[in-house]
């Protein structure tokens, strides 16, 4: 269950940058603003908690700058709404992602057979490499 701040409520405090894209598109890349990157400012939002804060800080921080700003880009499609819609996707995605709790793994011991398969492969192995050496006359 997702117990995090709504990624919608966020959007309020996002900030939307246009650019020229790169690659190609002829003409119409070197005169259209298709790139958009989405800024959404972690450590100066009013509406995050300070443990949220931290939780996305902690997690997101390989996507974060040094003043923990969390920059989405995107330049898929030669269309700037569609390369928006993008941005908001995958910051909804990452959001989510972020406050799912984490599973505790359970240890488990090898099964009785996995024990017995690794055992016989070792004797085979060894056989193998026993063959494979010169006789001792």
């Not at 920059?71 to 406050?99: H, P, W, Y």
């Amino acid at each position: 269950m997702y117990h995090g701040p709504i990624p919608e409520k966020l959007l309020v405090e996002c900030n939307f940058h246009t650019s020229r894209s790169s690659g190609a598109g002829g003409q119409h890349v070197n005169k259209v603003n298709t790139r958009v990157e989405l800024r959404f400012d972690v450590l100066g939002s009013a509406l995050l908690t300070h443990e949220e804060k931290q939780i996305l800080k902690e997690k997101l921080s390989s996507r974060m700058t040094n003043v923990g700003e969390l920059i989405i880009v995107s330049e898929k499609t030669r269309s700037q709404l569609r390369n928006r819609e993008d941005c908001v996707d995958r910051f909804r995605g990452m959001i989510i992602d972020a406050f799912r709790p984490v599973k505790k793994r359970i240890p488990t011991k090898p099964s009785r057979r996995s024990r017995q398969k690794r055992f016989e492969v070792k004797k085979q192995k060894s056989e193998q490499k026993q063959q494979r050496r010169k006789p001792d006359w």
